[in-house]
Structure formats: structure tokens, C-alpha cells
């Protein structure tokens, strides 16, 4: 597929801004929206939109999807080919203080778009996952075929209805439809709200840093570009259904409806401890650490499996913790002039 009308929703977030540059540099014609939320500073928002504004064969209209009129609205005018849906209410422990801005934007929210997807047929709708969802699993690296029966936060419940509900509509109205478990993404232009980015804040203005669990945690940190390509393999291959799908016993991640799901990872899970050390290093500062107890809602380790991804689609993350990093803290001084 070359040249397509893209629907990207949360247009403004960390990974829509990488995603729409990719979109629209190969030719694609993106539409952006978002709410513009003050979940963190809109500044950094509006920042990344006026990067995308620049370039040509993007438009962008200030949308929340709770508004279903609004969304109808804008797939009848835009008409587009393919969405990619990355509009969410993000962070896990935001989730614990306001609940209500969950269940509006991840199951209202997507429970509209999908009718519009519904109403307006597309060729592939992509549509963002976490890997939260594995929630109280202890078993890695974390597989599609894995359960996902014990999620230890609303965000994560949301994100597996998500799911089911993407599923539903797949198979009811052969929406082909794949969903993307995502896992830790970082990188230039990242959120305020994830650790790296607030553990170099606090570093470099000389302030302590909270280290839960005592340190003993693992993320697989995967680097934005090596999503990005993995985000634009998967709208360019939509999914048909499983022709060896028998459901007895189903296989979870497959079905007979054109719906798939996958992790996408980097497959190299890095200590939460070695982690500090690198940003240490990239800062040239100490960092004062505060060891805490495990945060509610928080998980020891995340590692995926990401085999389906490269057999499928070529998947194949490349760039290692200290280059992105080393890469972020490069544009973390020049964004913020340190």
C-alpha cells in the first residue's frame, strides 16, 4: 500500500508524532487528531504538532473521541484508507487517582471508533495495546499465547477490553484489525510521565529519583524508531483470517476473524539499576536515589516475544539501550536548552 489516507488518532502523543513523520514521508496523506489533555504539558504537544504541521499532506483537527458525532464527522469528510489508533488515557498509575479519564478515553473512546470503522469500512485498522495487560504474570518473555487473566491496574484493564472489543468487531463486520502490545517506548520527543525521561529531569536539575522495589526491576526498552517500523510493517499487511484456526483449543493472538495481536518489544529486557548507570554516564551527574517499596499496580519485569511480529511482518528491533538513550539525552539539552 503506498499513497493511502491515514486516520492516526492521538496525532500529538510521543509515538504519533514519529509515526505520522514516517507516514508522510513515504507519501501518505495523514490525518492527525487529538484532545490536547494536560496529562502532562501540553507545550510538549503542540511542540511535536507544529514539527508535522510543517510538512506537507498533513492535516490535523483538535478531537476527543468521547465526541462520537465529531468522529463520524471527520471519516466521512477525510474518508480514510487505513487508522492507525494510538489516542489513549496512558500511565498506570495515573489510573489508581482518576479513573473516570479511562474508562472515557480507552473504552468510550475506542468503543466510537470502532463503530466508525463499523460504518466506514477501512483496510486495516492498528490499533495500540500495552504490555501491561500481562499484569500479574510471572513467566518470560511475555507471549500472545500467554493469559493475560490478572491485570493489576484499570489502565490495563482497559487496554485488554481493548482486545476483546477490537475482536468482536473484527469478526462481526470483517474489519481487518491488528493489535500491538507495546512495550516500554522510548526516545526523542518521549512523555514527561515515563521514567527515563523524568529520572534525567530530576538528574540533571539535581534531584532525587524514586527507585521502586529497591531497584529490582527490568524493562524492555524498546527504542521509537524500531517501533515506528514496526507500527508502518503492520498497516502495510492486513490481516486475513487464520485458515488452521479451529477454536479447540483457540490460539490466542490468531482467529478465525481478520484479527491478529502481537507484542512489540526489543526482545532485551535491561535493568532498571543498569539503566540509571547509563543516563549517569550520558548526563555526568550522580544520581541521588530513593529506594522505595513495589508502586501499586506495577509489575517486576517486562520481556517480549516478539517472534510472530518477525516472522509475519520482518520485524527486527536494532538499536541498543545506550545509543537511544544516548540519543534522548542529546535532545532532552537541545529541547529544553541544558
Known amino acids: 500500500m503506498r499513497g493511502m489516507n491515514v486516520l492516526l488518532t492521538g496525532a500529538a502523543g510521543f509515538i504519533g508524532l514519529h509515526t505520522a513523520q514516517a507516514l508522510l514521508a513515504r507519501g501518505d496523506v495523514v490525518f492527525g487528531c487529538d484532545n490536547l489533555n494536560d496529562y502532562y504539558d501540553p507545550a510538549l504537544k503542540e511542540a511535536r504538532l507544529a514539527l508535522l504541521r510543517e510538512q506537507a499532506g498533513f492535516r490535523f483537527v483538535r478531537l476527543d473521541l468521547v465526541d462520537a458525532s465529531a468522529l463520524e464527522t471527520v471519516f466521512r469528510d477525510f474518508v480514510p484508507d487505513a487508522v492507525i489508533h494510538l489516542a489513549a488515557q496512558a500511565g498506570v498509575r495515573y489510573s489508581l487517582t482518576h479513573p473516570r479519564a479511562y474508562i472515557d478515553s480507552n473504552l468510550v473512546g ?143 493472538g490468531r482467529s478465525r476473524a481478520p484479527y491478529r495481536l502481537y507484542n512489540i518489544g526489543n526482545h532485551a529486557p535491561v535493568k532498571l539499576l543498569r539503566f540509571i548507570e547509563l543516563l549517569e554516564q550520558l548526563t555526568g551527574r550522580r544520581a541521588d536515589k530513593r529506594f522505595k517499596p513495589m508502586a501499586a499496580g506495577d509489575v517486576h519485569r517486562t520481556y517480549a516475544d516478539v517472534d510472530d511480529l518477525m516472522r509475519d511482518v520482518g520485524f527486527c528491533p536494532h538499536t541498543p539501550i545506550e545509543t537511544g538513550l544516548s540519543r534522548f539525552v542529546e535532545w532532552y539539552r537541545q529541547y529544553h536548552r541544558i
Open 110 to 252: 475506542f468503543a466510537n471508533l470502532l463503530e466508525c470503522c463499523r460504518h466506514h469500512p477501512v483496510r486495516h485498522l492498528v490499533f495500540a495495546s500495552s504490555s501491561s495487560v500481562y499484569g500479574a504474570n510471572t513467566k518470560v518473555p511475555f507471549a500472545v499465547t500467554d493469559p493475560t487473566d490478572h491485570p493489576v491496574s484499570l489502565y490495563a484493564a482497559t487496554k485488554k477490553a481493548n482486545e476483546a472489543m477490537a475482536h468482536a468487531y473484527s469478526d462481526l463486520y470483517r474489519i481487518p484489525t491488528t493489535g500491538l502490545r507495546f512495550f516500554t517506548v522510548y526516545g526523542p520527543w518521549g512523555r514527561p510521565d515515563m521514567a527515563y525521561y523524568a529520572f534525567t529531569k530530576a538528574i540533571l536539575e539535581g534531584r532525587p529519583i524514586d527507585v521502586f522495589n529497591g531497584g529490582d526491576m527490568e524493562r524492555d526498552f524498546t527504542y521509537i524508531d524500531d517501533i515506528v517500523d514496526g507500527i508502518v510493517r503492520v498497516l502495510d499487511r492486513p490481516p486475513q483470517p487464520d485458515a488452521t484456526w479451529s477454536g479447540d483449543p483457540p490460539v490466542l
